[in-house]
């Protein structure tokens, strides 16, 4: 198996997507949030670039529906939720949709879904995501949402720590210095991963938020045994495997 990483969306060239598996990251917060999102219960996520797209869509929605979002790390008025993994709560959220907006981690996945296959990768779900990436067995692409247009160390972490599950679990080449950075920064991380993402700018810009519980949650290396994996066409993601972490 061949394995890249892209540091940001728009880096993306069409050898990085066709016939391979894709894996987004966006670990501080959209896609550790989704994977809380659907450890709790929740039936499916809706993804939208934009805030008015995802407000426009849940509002039509019938039935049980959750609108969330962040707009420089705080949830827009009007909306439901931010984009914080531990406020999803299996008594609040199971079994209903959920609309979802955010600055970077939501626009990646649109820039994807041009892939045979998306995921949603994480910190949080790493073994989970590694095991059905091998499992598949395609070449596969992990690809860093960043934050507003700069790369984000977390993101790069969090890659790093998919190529490290992958990596022992079968035979693995990094196609680049860009994997082979990620997989440097994940070992010189591995120890103390939270402290890691509290020094990244993402982490310093989501504890000015007053959100530093959001870091410890995203930090919690394979604490969530969810894979999510996203329709192309309808730009949904949902849980179709689940189980304990080996």
């Known amino acids: 198996m061949i394995a890249d990483v892209v540091l940001l969306p728009c880096d993306l060239r069409p050898e990085h997507l066709r016939d391979r598996t894709v894996v987004v990251l966006d670990v501080l917060r959209a896609t550790t949030t989704m994977a809380a999102a659907l450890a ?25 529906r ?13 909306f439901d939720l931010g984009n914080s993994p531990g406020a999803f ?10 609309f979802m907006s955010t600055t970077n981690g939501t626009r990646a996945i649109v820039a994807a879904r041009g892939a045979a296959e998306v995921l949603i990768g994480a910190l949080v779900n790493a073994s989970a995501t590694a095991r ?12 860093c949402a960043g934050t ?11 890659a790093g720590a998919i190529l490290d599950a992958l990596g022992g679990s079968g035979p693995l080449e990094l196609a680049s210095d860009v994997a082979r950075i990620a997989q440097k920064t994940f070992e010189a991380s ?7 993402l509290r020094d990244a700018q993402g982490g310093r810009n989501v504890i000015a938020a007053g959100l530093g519980a959001d870091i410890q949650f995203a930090a919690a290396r394979d604490s ?21 972490i080996d």
């Open 40 to 64: 709790a219960g929740v039936r499916e996520i809706r993804v939208f670039d934009s805030l008015h797209a995802a407000a426009s869509a849940a509002k039509s929605h019938q039935g049980p």
């Open 66 to 78: 959750v609108l969330c979002g962040e707009r420089e790390c705080l949830p827009p008025p009007g």
């Open 89 to 98: 709560r299996a008594d609040r959220h199971g079994d209903v949709v959920a």
């Open 132 to 143: 059905h990436v091998r499992r598949v067995g395609r070449d596969a692409t992990f690809v």
């Open 148 to 158: 507003n247009g700069a790369i984000a160390m977390e993101d790069v972490i969090g």
């Open 190 to 196: 591995r120890d103390d991963i939270d402290a890691a």
């Open 224 to 244: 969530v045994s969810v894979l999510g994996v996203v329709d192309r066409a309808s730009l949904t993601v949902t849980r179709p495997i689940e189980g304990p």
